[in-house]
């Protein structure tokens, strides 16, 4: 197993000019990066400080499910973010770290020249299901869990955890039906430190932007990477069909009764399609 290099990390990150990954901490193994950067908030680390780990024992996702973490094959990557937000606006940021690591995967996709440009191979689609899974070919590729600590009506920190599935090629049978990985899709040959360089970069690009304008600059990437739409679902106790994400980045369900109805928060199930 290749551990990963900090060093090489630090190096792609100046390259690209990258706002996040300072400082940068790697461990070759921990419970879960998300703590790690919770408690280093919490003791007052800067907007940026980032944690990576080779592997995790205690890897978590949305719903207190667990995460798939075993070592040295993919990223699990964790970053403290200090926007001056108020605490009432936070909750859509889930959505744009979603399309930020969307983005990261569309470009490797794109470049890759098995699979050619997104759009043109279904199997290559890179899609985002609401609030922040991406999928790929209808796979999950990428988890994101999204912690903010908020201080009275204003946000203290957001911790953005996330979990790239990258060389792993067999999942453990409850998940081999629903998730891939890059090297699944053809993409084996670039280093972890290079995507977790770019990971970081656009997560910080993706986090100013929302700062300066909430959702508005992410509308069209919304409506063109949603997933959901069309879909028939069942959300937070609203079933109907998926209608888009409207500009507070609720889920919008129109039920049999043809009311359009908007979810906040919830799991989704899919019950066709
Ligand atoms: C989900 O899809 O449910 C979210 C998964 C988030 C997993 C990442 S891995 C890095 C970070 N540390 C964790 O414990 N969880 C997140």
Do not use: C
């Given at each position: 197993?290749?551990?990963?290099?900090?060093?090489?990390?630090?190096?792609?990150?100046?390259?690209?000019?990258?706002?996040?990954?300072?400082?940068?901490?790697?461990?070759?193994?921990?419970?879960?990066?998300n703590?790690?950067a919770?408690?280093?908030?919490?003791?007052?680390?800067?907007?940026?400080?980032?944690?990576?780990?080779?592997?995790?024992?205690?890897?978590?996702?949305r719903?207190?499910?667990?995460?798939?973490?075993?070592?040295?094959?993919?990223?699990?990557?964790s970053v403290?973010l200090?926007?001056?937000?108020?605490?009432?606006?936070v909750a859509p940021i889930a959505l744009v770290m979603g399309?930020a690591v969307?983005?990261?995967?569309?470009?490797?996709?794109?470049?890759?020249?098995?699979?050619?440009?997104?759009?043109?191979?279904?199997?290559?689609?890179?899609?985002?299901?609401?609030p922040n899974?991406?999928?790929?070919?209808?796979?999950?590729?990428?988890g994101i869990l999204v912690e903010a600590q908020?201080?009275?009506?204003?946000?203290?920190s957001v911790i953005v955890g996330v979990?790239?599935?990258?060389?792993?090629?067999?999942?453990?049978?409850?998940?081999?039906?629903?998730?891939?990985?890059?090297?699944?899709?053809?993409?084996?040959?670039?280093?972890?430190?290079?995507?977790?360089?770019?990971?970081?970069?656009?997560l910080?690009?993706?986090a100013?932007?929302?700062?300066?304008?909430?959702?508005?600059?992410?509308?069209?990437?919304?409506?063109?990477?949603?997933?959901?739409?069309?879909?028939?679902?069942?959300?937070?106790?609203?079933?109907?069909?998926?209608?888009?994400?409207?500009?507070?980045?609720?889920?919008?369900?129109?039920?049999?009764?043809?009311?359009?109805?908007?979810?906040?928060a919830?799991?989704?199930?899919?019950?066709?399609?």
């Amino acid at each position: 197993m290749r551990r990963l290099d900090a060093r090489a990390i630090e190096r792609e990150l100046s390259r690209l000019g990258a706002s996040l990954g300072s400082p940068l901490a790697v461990a070759a193994e921990t419970a879960s990066t998300n703590d790690d950067a919770r408690n280093a908030a919490a003791a007052g680390a800067p907007h940026g400080a980032a944690f990576l780990a080779d592997a995790q024992t205690q890897g978590r996702g949305r719903g207190g499910r667990s995460w798939h973490s075993p070592p040295g094959e993919n990223l699990y990557l964790s970053v403290v973010l200090r926007p001056s937000l108020p605490a009432s606006s936070v909750a859509p940021i889930a959505l744009v770290m979603g399309l930020a690591v969307a983005s990261v995967v569309e470009r490797r996709l794109a470049s890759s020249a098995r699979l050619g440009a997104p759009g043109g191979d279904p199997l290559a689609e890179v899609r985002l299901k609401w609030p922040n899974d991406v999928l790929v070919g209808g796979r999950k590729l990428a988890g994101i869990l999204v912690e903010a600590q908020l201080r009275g009506h204003s946000v203290s920190s957001v911790i953005v955890g996330v979990g790239l599935n990258v060389h792993t090629s067999r999942f453990p049978p409850e998940l081999s039906a629903r998730a891939t990985s890059l090297a699944m899709l053809g993409i084996d040959d670039v280093p972890r430190e290079v995507l977790a360089a770019e990971l970081l970069q656009a997560l910080g690009d993706a986090a100013a932007r929302f700062e300066a304008g909430r959702l508005s600059p992410f509308a069209e990437d919304l409506a063109r990477m949603d997933w959901l739409r069309d879909r028939r679902v069942e959300v937070a106790g609203v079933a109907g069909v998926a209608a888009g994400i409207d500009a507070e980045g609720h889920l919008l369900v129109r039920g049999g009764d043809g009311v359009l109805r908007a979810v906040a928060a919830g799991e989704v199930s899919v019950t066709s399609g």
